[in-house]
T-cell receptor, first 112, second 114 residues
């Protein structure tokens, strides 16, 4: 069974731009969660989607948003990029909300 | 607010030494607990999990962890480490009614010398 896939793997943007990251969960998994990983703040929860609905949200500004499609694939969007948004963005999928999560390889975003 | 504290930022051991990584959490209700590992160049992998039942949990690759509710702790142990255990280890907590919201500790980098 294929694991969680994330595209693109690497991305370079400039301040003020916006970016969209994509995540395909493990087949059959209906919950997708997003995390931001930085050296200073570690791993921080962004949001969780289940059945196309946002179920949980972390403490990030409104510039960070996401959505989930009917096939459980998810995207996250960051608008008006700031230098501090440079991070590894991880997606995790699980069978249902609250079950163990399986992580993808991440998208490395660099904001210049 | 929930929080997770991992006591050691960097641990250096020789092969065959025993390992114990500390993890304490702050949360007022029932929790689910996890240890994840990130090998160099690889993505996060689940080592073990605790949802309920026996507080001594066994995971992959000879790792185990013990949930001590009175101490709000979930320490990771391995009796004899190998060079291939060199990685970063993350403890994570989830409130029972908080869906998929994992709160992670800062991570412990383990270096095993051959």
């Amino acid at each position: 069974k294929a694991g969680v896939t994330q595209t693109p793997r690497y991305l370079i943007k400039t301040r003020g731009q916006q970016v969209t990251l994509s995540c395909s969960p493990i087949s059959g998994h209906r919950s997708v969660s997003w995390y931001q990983q930085t050296p200073g703040q570690g791993l921080q929860f962004l949001f969780e989607y289940f059945s196309e609905t946002q179920r949980n949200k972390g403490n990030f500004p409104g510039r960070f948003s996401g959505r989930q499609f009917s096939n459980s694939r998810s995207e996250m969007n960051v608008s008006t990029l700031e230098l501090g948004d440079s991070a590894l963005y991880l997606c995790a999928s699980s069978w249902g909300t609250g079950n163990e999560q399986f992580f993808g390889p991440g998208t490395r975003l660099t904001v210049l | 607010a929930q929080s997770v504290s991992q006591h050691n930022h960097h641990v250096i051991l020789s092969e065959a030494a025993s390992l114990e990584l500390g993890c304490n959490y702050s949360y007022g209700g029932t929790v689910n607990l996890f240890w994840y590992v990130q090998y160099p160049g690889q993505h996060l992998q689940l080592l073990l999990k605790y949802f309920s039942g026996d507080p001594l949990v066994k995971g992959i690759k000879g790792f185990e962890a013990e949930f001590i509710k009175s101490k709000f702790s979930f320490n990771l142990r391995k009796p004899s480490v190998q060079w291939s255990d060199t990685a970063e280890y993350f403890c994570a907590v989830k409130g029972e009614n908080q869906g998929g919201k994992l709160i992670f500790g800062q991570g412990t980098e383990l270096s095993v010398k051959p």
